[in-house]
């Protein structure tokens, strides 16, 4: 571990178990997240994409340890989160904090917006009084809602507001440490491309870190340092930003963004296209070998029965896969 | 010029929508006019609520009354007025010769119904096939749309199938029936990228095969860039910018579409330049201001903005735009 990781993530494993019969005995486990490790550094920002039901939200939350993870250890700043429980891990729970992703429903409707953002500032017994009505306008103020907002309820704030009141809400114990879960997803392309602006430069002036998961490249690419491709509950690929688009190695990094169509037609038109075929296959009982497999256009004999590991290809470039 | 006219499959003229809500006339869709050739395909954009659906729903007219009211226009379907014809005939067209995939496939299934009978509920009505050949023509459409297995899945219930399946049933439906025009609202919005590609080539390949006329209706300027033909951005219940895709993106002469497409973060332009924002937020549809309804929102807005409402002009071959501004003076 190194001195300028805030986030160390080693081995982390996650099955839910599914039970049938009045037992309730367990019959098998979802694999959401299978073996995987990664770092942040303090002040970068990790996108962490892939398609639904990859794992890649339960990753956030294993890291916030919103769930009790089967096996493995996250650190922050050293400390191992997986082992501390209690009050210990609830004081931890200020420096790090979850950004949802539907401000519709991630809303209390029955609380006022200065209510919504104070709320973790009295549940950590931070500011009180006075004090705790300034930070909330400031906090307010950092993502550009106007104080006198602060009594309304969320009904009355559009989409983009809303998103910016859950913002002002993870900021106010003033976090090192933001998860940013699909943050952006449920918003219209002027919306999205302002709060994606407003997460930058709270970044630059808060010096935060984000783990930035979404399944929109585009979206990921503007934002993050680095970024992590998962896979049915393994990390396929993981790179720098630049370096992932610019030449990625794993077939299914490549289909992925061969995917994603360019708002220019004609460049977009003459782009070369892999169409994957299929659905993502069951974490309950993933394919053998290496998990992309069947959906595969490289595929070849050894894909079937061996798992590929993560294997460094030159400077901060991992990939899992035979064929590079 | 006539034969120009029978080309069209459809032809929007003046069509007003609108919802009478306790804070007022909601003007949804207000004076849109627009066509679709046969075998074009039409791309409707704009940001949530600015009436995109609203007209495509009006087309079929299913807006719910109360308390929405088409108060005016014309639809012209192949020379007929569907706001003139009988409600019998209505339904004689509609997922017959007009099809429409809508937005969330979970909700747009029937729970109770196995898919095998929903696709062929529409082929026994509108085609006149007996139980037997429904189900065959079925299985053949779940084929088509890429579904494995069709014989043993057409029995099961949409809660069996995942989203992306889920939608395909959704165009099978929509296809059991050859359409003439299919309308497709955001029919890949709620899905994943990979997914997204399948439904979308799966829609290009029969408009190819079948000569279909489609309207796809989203807010992905990329899809628009990869499948249309002809780009209409709606803005507050009426387009502002209408032209060939190519034209549009290169070289766009609206500053809302400029906006729209300055703030899509793209795959292929250098990393760090964030995307240009709009300020602001679309209108309250049941206020709109007096003048040009993005006015409030525009870099380039002058005082004559605010008071006058600016129509459609020419401003290239087949490109149209509504603005004040002068068009070589707009930043790109």
Known sequence: MQNNHLIDVEKLVMYFPVTAGVFRKKVADVKAVDDISFHIKKGETLGLVGESGCGKT?????????????????????????????????????????IFQDPFASLDPRMTAEDIIGEPLLVQHLDKGKKYREQVYEVMRMVELEPYMAERYPHE?????????????????RPAFIVCDEAVSALDVSIQAQIITLLMKLREELHLTYLFIAHDLSVVRNISDRVAVMYLGKIVEITTSDALYSNPLHPYTISLLS????????VDRT??????????????????GCHFH?????AIDICKEQIPELRNLGGEHWAACHRV | MLTIKEERVLEVKELRTYYYTDEGVVKAVDGLSYHVKKGECVGLVGESACGKSVSAMSVLRLIPYPPGVIEGGEIVFKGEDLLQVSEERMREIRGNRIAMVFQEPTTSLNPVLTVGRQISESLELHRGMDKESARSESIK??????????????????HQFSGGMQQRIMIA????CDPELLIADEPTTSLDVTVQAQLLEIIANLRAERGTAVIIITHNLGVVARYVDRVNVMYAGNLVETGPTEIIYAESKHPYTLGLLASVPRLDSPR??????IQGLPPNMAHLPTGCCFSPRCDYAMPECKEERPVLEKVGQDHYRACFYEAGKLRR
């Open chain 1, 157 to 173: 704030f559009s989409g983009g507001q809303r998103q910016r009141i859950g913002i002002a809400r993870a900021l106010a114990v």
């Open chain 2, 272 to 277: 760090k330049v964030a995307p240009r924002v």
């Open chain 1, 58 to 98: 339960t990753t956030g939350h294993c890291i916030l340890q919103l769930h009790e993870v089967t096996s493995g250890k996250v650190f922050f700043e050293g400390t191992d989160l997986v082992q501390i429980k209690g009050k210990s891990l609830r004081k931890m729970r200020r420096h790090m904090q979850l």
């Open chain 2, 173 to 176: 439906m929509a296809l059991s």
């Open chain 1, 259 to 266: 995917a994603v169509p360019i708002p220019d037609p004609v």
């Open chain 2, 141 to 158: 459409l779940l084929q088509l749309v890429g579904i494995p297995d069709p014989e043993r899945r057409i029995k099961d219930h949409p």
């Open chain 1, 294 to 298: 069947p959906r595969c256009y490289q």
């Open chain 1, 271 to 288: 782009r070369k296209r892999i169409i994957l075929v299929g659905d993502v296959p069951s974490p309950i009982n993933p394919p053998s």
